[in-house]
């Protein structure tokens, strides 16, 4: 293939294509730059497989550290493990691709996007999911693209095209929009509570700058003579179809609209019907047509059923705008909310019931150093608030062996921890890491906006002092040719028979988290506005119920929460504390039980359970980092007793000595005359020698400056 470089430009940036020059051997290669941010996207096409009835489609985003210069830790020196957000990349890549192979497909396809080099500027995930159309289509794998993705900033009233990391941490929104030519196809998104028309408004003029892409993707088919490869939908013999259409019709109806049922029940009688009519199926010849059929494909019986419930299903809501549970198109399922469901050991605790969705959410209050540490090419390298999503078999009345999470689950909760980040407190106001565990109790559709209002609730419940409350709502969509319908709150039949899977969350001021996936190969914006409007209402009503079991955040804390003390110190100073070896901070906290953490600005957390431990650590390390000047008047303690002089600690690990000549204002004969061991003793701090040498004195000490020493003395013993 020949070596192509293109240019795109937008905005005052640009993405470079270099077309032909890498990974020749696979289907289709770019490399795509965009600043000096650098992916490698290959797509390659294997034969399929026989006996699979899905796209066998594996997306992997992989982030090498040369990219940034660095060399991986651990005793291997090796990357390992993805870490999570290149699982979050992954998906990214994977949702906007995958509605765009056709259905038929069953060949095998991998896409893998390396960040080869990272200039901290310029995110790679949006220049990783174009690169997959551009490889995708170079690789001539039938495909209904090109798609696009970029990346929507706001600036105070601007919005910006692919903005920097340090742009998207200032604005109020980031915002990834991808789109295929026949419209928007994905949207991902975390806002500080903005209104809908804004991030209608960012939707559209990101898909603005998608539809310049997806024309420079053609332009360079068209410079390389490579035609786009779009097959037609094989043809498939309709008497199996034609059957189960004449037999199970008028049943799968009569099922759809007992509107009592629950989910099991109604899985029960369709499971039934399709029985019954299988043994119907087993009295014909094995020469009939149909037999023949499930013969040659064992899954063609159930494909067709499903592919009947489906098409019944669709048009009930398109021609009568009934539901299968019979709700309005726009109406919410029963909602119950609790709080303190756990005992008091946890720290917060939520529990959110929609429908048969159930999720119960847990919080757990923890020090600055329970943050964790992140090691990708990600420019922040601590994470304080985490939310982590579960979704055990027994949700759905199912048995499977328990696995590490996968990514749907990583995915899932970083959805609901993007929905709750932009009203957590701030960290030099509320300084704890705050870990949220969302367990996925029941689930009949829409499991992670459950775990949102779930989350909301463990949090208020905690103590957490968020700005306001957030909750979640999922959006579904019909659509046959024109005709549209757009379901509020889809429950998990909706869900699997729909095109659409919207989940937007937010306060009642602004959105501060969306997400849209489709099935078919886009949308218009007209639809996609009006399904961000529909959801508002469903939010709000939402939060209404929530409220109702909490409205605001708990005065008090958990008993069995850290209690922290944040202050700081001269970060030259850092050491002191730390002493030789880390003996000075050990010795602290074998003394007190306090967990102490150092930042590198000086900024030092003490937390224990016991607010007094706490107390006594600060002051020991307040003690250590404490700079005395010659004037200062203490009430100190005697500590030790030598024939010159006496010892006397100010300060919690500070001493300075009282010269023999400097206990009275006549002459002492021997320092136990004056002083005792463990006396309570009226001090000044007559001078530091140059080798900060703390000498003392008990003379020439104002009034007012003793009174205000014993003050001070006696406010400490009664806070002890």
């Known amino acids: 293939m020949q070596e192509i470089d293109k240019s795109i430009s937008f905005d005052g940036r640009d993405i470079r294509l270099k077309v032909g020059l890498f990974a020749p051997q696979a289907g289709g290669s770019v490399l795509i730059e965009s600043g000096e941010t650098a992916v490698l996207v290959t797509a390659t096409q294997s034969s399929p497989r026989e006996g699979i009835d899905f796209l066998p489609l594996l997306v992997d985003y992989e982030e090498r550290l040369y990219a940034a210069g660095r060399i991986p830790g651990g005793f291997l020196r090796r990357e390992g493990r993805p870490p999570e957000r290149a699982t979050l990349v992954s998906r990214l890549i994977d949702r906007p691709m995958r509605p765009l192979f056709p259905s038929w497909m069953r060949d095998d396809i991998q896409i893998v996007a390396t960040t080869v080099s990272m200039d901290h500027d310029v995110p790679p995930d949006v220049l990783a999911a174009t690169g997959a159309s551009i490889a995708t289509l170079l690789a001539q794998i039938p495909f209904y693209g090109p798609m696009a993705a970029v990346r929507v900033g706001l600036i105070g009233d601007d919005f910006i095209i692919n903005p920097t990391y340090k742009e998207i941490a200032d604005g109020d929104l980031d915002l990834i929009v991808a789109g295929s030519p026949d419209g928007v196809i994905m949207v991902e998104a975390g806002a500080n509570q903005l209104p809908e028309q804004d991030v209608i408004e960012a939707i559209d003029f990101g898909y603005e700058v998608v539809r310049d892409i997806i024309a420079a993707q053609k332009e360079i088919l068209a410079e390389l003579g490579i035609e786009q490869v779009t097959l037609p939908t094989p043809e498939t013999d309709p008497t199996l179809a034609d059957f189960l259409a004449d037999k199970a019709t008028a049943g799968i109806k009569d099922i759809l609209k007992e509107f009592e049922l629950s989910k099991p029940e109604r899985d029960d009688k369709l499971d039934a019907l399709k029985a019954d009519i299988k043994e119907q199926v087993a009295e014909l010849s094995e020469d009939d047509p149909i037999c023949v059929a499930i013969a040659e494909n064992g899954k063609a019986f159930g494909n067709a059923y499903k592919s009947l419930t489906k098409k019944l299903m669709r048009s009930q809501i398109l021609d009568e ?28 605790t939520g529990l959110f019931k929609r429908g048969l969705t159930q999720v119960m959410s847990v919080v757990t209050l923890g020090t600055p150093g329970d943050a964790q540490m992140t090691d990708d090419l990600h420019p922040d390298e601590n994470k304080r608030y985490l939310h982590h999503y579960n979704f055990p078999p027994y949700s759905v009345g199912e048995t499977r062996p328990m696995r590490s999470p996968g990514r749907r689950e990583i995915g899932h909760g970083a959805l609901a921890e993007r929905a709750l980040m932009p009203v957590l407190p701030a960290m030099d106001t509320f300084p704890y890491v705050i870990r949220v565990v969302s367990e996925v109790l029941s689930s009949n559709g829409s499991t992670s906006m459950g775990s949102v209002c779930g989350s909301t609730l463990s949090l208020m419940d905690a103590g957490v002092p968020l700005a306001k409350p957030v909750s979640g709502a999922a959006m579904g969509l019909i659509k046959e040719g024109d005709e549209v319908r757009i379901l509020t709150d889809i429950q998990g039949i909706e869900d699997f028979l729909g095109d659409m899977d919207f989940k937007v969350a937010g306060t009642d001021t602004g959105i501060t988290a969306l997400q849209m996936d489709m099935k078919i190969t886009g949308l218009p914006m007209e639809t996609i506005a009006e399904a961000i409007n529909q959801a508002k209402p469903a939010r709000l009503h939402i939060l209404s119920k929530m409220l109702e079991a909490i409205n605001a955040p708990r005065a008090e804390l958990s008993p069995y929460a850290p209690r922290l003390l944040t202050f700081k110190i001269d970060p030259e100073m850092i050491g002191m504390v730390i002493g030789p070896g880390g ?56 500590t030790r007793i030598i024939p010159i002089g006496a010892f006397v600690e100010y300060r919690p690990g500070k001493e300075g ?49 003793a009174a205000k020493a014993r003050a001070a003395a006696a406010g400490s013993e009664d806070e002890d």
Not at 323 to 336: C, F, T, W
Not at 617 to 629: M, N, R, V, W
Not at 668 to 693: F, Q, S, Y
């Open 583 to 638: 003996k000075q901070i050990k010795s602290i906290t074998d003394e007190t039980g306090a967990k102490v953490d150092i930042q590198d600005d000086g900024t030092i957390t003490v937390s224990s359970l016991d607010g007094a431990a706490a107390e006594r650590a600060q002051a020991l390390i307040e003690g250590i980092t404490f700079k005395p000047s010659a004037g200062d008047v203490y009430m100190g303690k005697v």
């Open 321 to 348: 705008s009934v539901r299968v549970d019979g709700r309005k198109l726009d109406e919410v399922r029963p909602i119950s909310c609790r709080t303190q469901v756990l005992p008091n050991r946890v720290h917060g």
């Open 657 to 705: 000595m009282i010269h023999i000549s400097q206990l009275a204002d006549y002459r002492v004969n021997k320092v136990e005359d004056e002083v005792t061991l463990g006396e309570e003793v009226l001090i000044k701090i007559r001078e530091i020698d140059n080798r900060g040498r703390v000498n003392l004195t008990r003379l020439n000490i104002h009034p007012d400056e």
